[in-house]
């Protein structure tokens, strides 16, 4: 039971690091680095600077999906974001290799 728990822990963070390229590629394709970049910021706040915001909020991976999905204003000054043509599973994919993005 004790080798139980490091051996889910490493496939989990194995699962992970491999869906990042594929993450990485679908904010690509639905252009989400026209606006965002990881370490600076462009016509949005980078990744990074996301990542932190977020940082510790149990939902942040929910609530993150939500406005890629939905778009907002506001809350990071006054250029809108517009909502994404993405499905809910690639809004969670999206959120999670955003907040996987730690400085």
Known sequence: MKLLLPVLLWLSASAALAAAPNAQAL??????????????????P???DVAARYAGQKDAVSRLAE?????????????????????PEEAKMLATWVLSQKK
Do not use: D, F
């Open 67 to 87: 406005k890629i999905q939905k778009g907002g204003s506001g809350s990071w000054g006054p250029v809108p974001m517009p909502a994404n043509p993405v499905t």
């Open 46 to 48: 980078s990744y990074q």
């Open 27 to 44: 904010a690509t394709s639905k252009n989400c680095l026209a606006c965002h970049a990881v370490e600076r910021k462009l016509v949005g």
